[in-house]
């Protein structure tokens, strides 16, 4: 289906602009190039996830294949297929927090939210994901909420984290 026979719901506006300077990146042969970024920005506009009507909207504006969009949010971990809370809580699985506490803090915020990895807290506010290596093992056991990053968690400290959210 042509970009033209198609009536964008979210790839329209400002969406659409965002789309385009990453698209402006690639030779104008290659706009397939923007994929990722194109999937970020339309998941953030549709409230954290994507759906399959979100994906054949990218695959149209970007002239690929439903599959290979397809393939691309269900290969990388930061694409979201269910809704996620506003506060997506992102504690990671690496070995180095793994040794340092990562079972606890997942348990302690399992206990604390009333949820357990994979769910969404019932006033949609918070969810809890488990990621692969954030890069920080220094840190451990951290999380990454947003683009912060949140380092040797305790309960006191996760505590503070989530009193400051709103």
């Given amino acids: ?15 659409k602009e965002r789309i385009d300077r990453w698209i402006s990146n690639y030779p104008a042969d290659q706009r397939q190039s923007a994929v990722m970024p194109a999937l970020r920005i339309v998941q953030e506009v549709n409230g954290g996830h994507l759906t399959t009507e979100l994906m054949d909207e990218v695959a149209d504006y970007l002239g690929m294949a439903p599959i290979a969009v397809y393939e691309v949010a269900t290969f990388y971990g930061n694409y979201e ?3 996620v809370g ?15 506490g990562k079972d606890e803090v997942i348990e302690y915020l399992e206990e604390k939210l009333g949820v357990k990895v994979g769910e969404v807290t019932p006033d949609g506010k918070f969810s809890i994901k488990k ?3 954030l890069g920080a093992c220094g840190g451990a056991p951290m999380m990454q909420i947003g683009k912060k990053y949140y380092e040797n968690l305790t309960k006191e400290s996760i505590d503070e984290i989530l009193a400051g959210l709103e």
């Fill in 1 to 15: 289906m042509s970009s033209t026979a198609t009536h964008y719901k979210m790839i329209t506006g400002e969406v």
């Fill in 81 to 83: 297929h269910k809704p």
């Fill in 86 to 100: 506003k506060h997506k809580l992102c504690v990671c699985n690496s070995i180095s927090c793994m040794l340092r």
């Fill in 131 to 133: 990621v692969e290596c």
